[in-house]
C-alpha cells in the first residue's frame, strides 16, 4: 500500500511566524501535490513537484513556496503566516493514473 | 483547463435508500475521472476511477459511477447506502498525466438512520 505520511495533524501557529508542512511518501513517485481544502472551495493546488528540485506552481501559490530536495519529501513552507492561510493543507504524490493522499494538517493561525 | 461542477452541496438520506450524487466536467480533450472520498478528520482516498473502457466503473463497497460523454457526466450511486457512507465525496477530472487535476466543491452525504 501506498502510504503518504504529514509531520503534524493539527498545528497552531502565530501570524507572522515561519511554517513548514512536511510530507513523505514512501512509494518512488516522482509527482508530489500540496493542495489546500476550504469549505465550499474543494481542492486547490498550491504548488507540484514532478522531480527533485523541480516544481510549478499551482492555482494559488502566493505566500507559500516548496523545497524538494529529496524524492521522497515535498515541504510546503510558509514565509510569514497569515490568518487567511488557516486552513487544512493536504499533500498528495501520483502514479500515473491515480493520486493518494496524505492525513492532512490542518493548520490556525492566530 | 477543464473543471467540475458538483451540483449539490449536501446529500441528506435515510439508511437503506438510494443516493445519487451529481458531478459535470467540462473539458475540450479525452479525460480522467475519479471520485474520492474522505471520511472525517482524514485524507482523501480514492473510491472509484474512469480511465477507458466500460463506462460504468464499481468499486469494493458497492458505489457505481457512469461515464457520459454527450452529457459531461460521471454520476455517483449506490443503491441502499449505509450509516458509514456519512463522508465528504469529491469528483475530480485530469487529462491523464495527474499534473492538473481539479477537484469539484465536494459533496457531503449524510446518511441518518
Known amino acids: 500500500d501506498v502510504k503518504v505520511t504529514q509531520s503534524s495533524r493539527y498545528l497552531v501557529k502565530r501570524t507572522g511566524e515561519k511554517v513548514f508542512l512536511e510530507c513523505v511518501q514512501d512509494?518512488?513517485?516522482?509527482?508530489m501535490f500540496w493542495y489546500r481544502q476550504d469549505p465550499g472551495l474543494g481542492l486547490r493546488l498550491i504548488y507540484f513537484?514532478?522531480?527533485?528540485?523541480?516544481?510549478e506552481k499551482g492555482d494559488i501559490p502566493e505566500g507559500y513556496s516548496v523545497s524538494r530536495e529529496k524524492k521522497e519529501r515535498f515541504s510546503l513552507i510558509l514565509e510569514s503566516a497569515s490568518t487567511n492561510q488557516t486552513s487544512m493543507y493536504l499533500c498528495?504524490?501520483?502514479?500515473?493514473?491515480?493520486?493518494?493522499f496524505g492525513p492532512g494538517t490542518r493548520l490556525t493561525v492566530t | 483547463a477543464q473543471s467540475v461542477t458538483q451540483l449539490d452541496s449536501q446529500v441528506p438520506v435515510f439508511e437503506e435508500a438510494p443516493v445519487e450524487l451529481r458531478c459535470n466536467y467540462s473539458s475540450s480533450v479525452s479525460v480522467y475521472l475519479f471520485w474520492y472520498v474522505q471520511y472525517p478528520n482524514q485524507g482523501l482516498q480514492l473510491l472509484l476511477k474512469?480511465?477507458?473502457?466500460?463506462?460504468l466503473v464499481e468499486s469494493i463497497n458497492g458505489f457505481e459511477a457512469e461515464f457520459n460523454k454527450s452529457q459531461t457526466s460521471f454520476h455517483l450511486r449506490k443503491p441502499s447506502v449505509h450509516i458509514s457512507d456519512t463522508a465528504e465525496y469529491f469528483c475530480?477530472?485530469?487529462?491523464?498525466?495527474?499534473?492538473?487535476?481539479?477537484f469539484g466543491a465536494g459533496t457531503r452525504l449524510t446518511v441518518k438512520p
Open positions: 512509494m518512488d513517485h516522482e509527482n
Open positions: 474512469y480511465l477507458s473502457g466500460s463506462t
Open positions: 513537484s514532478y522531480d527533485v528540485k523541480m516544481k
Open positions: 498528495a504524490s501520483s502514479s500515473y493514473d491515480e493520486q493518494y
Open positions: 475530480a477530472v485530469s487529462k491523464g498525466n495527474n499534473n492538473d487535476m481539479r
